[in-house]
């Protein structure tokens, strides 16, 4: 099976900046695509930010401008740049890889196990 290891979230102020990390046990062979997903506290989870197979990224328009997804295929990893942090973007965000991977089965879409994020001053 797939896991997914997630790092990089904890508490920031209000304009500050946190980079996300997302990287995975095994080996992906062929990606559909990456995303970040964040749910607050009593709202429904949703997509931030995603990335395709092509490098074509969509983000919510609430983030637009002030976060950034990557990639890095050699190390089966995906990233979430946040900059201008403002406290509604408080919440545990979650990776998410949709791809053909080199263990079975070979279609797998996995979820990171979450990591919070939390903008205060």
């Known amino acids: 099976q797939v896991q997914l290891v997630e790092s990089g979230g904890g508490l920031v102020q209000p304009g500050g900046s946190l980079t996300l990390s997302c990287v995975a046990s095994?080996?992906?062979?062929?990606?559909?695509?990456m995303g970040w997903y964040r749910q607050a506290p009593g709202k429904q989870r949703e997509l931030v930010a995603e990335?395709?197979?092509?490098?074509?990224?969509n983000y919510a328009d609430s983030v637009a401008g002030r976060f950034a997804i990557s990639r890095d295929d050699a190390r089966n990893a995906v990233y979430l740049h946040m900059n201008s942090l403002k406290p509604e973007d408080t919440a545990v965000y979650y990776c998410?890889?949709?791809?053909?991977?080199?263990?079975?089965?070979?279609?797998?879409?996995?979820w990171g196990q979450g990591t919070q994020v939390t903008v205060s001053s």
């Open positions: 990335i395709t197979s092509g490098g074509n990224t």
């Open positions: 095994r080996r992906i062979l062929s990606i559909n695509s």
């Open positions: 998410n890889i949709d791809a053909q991977w080199t263990v079975m089965p070979r279609y797998q879409n996995v």
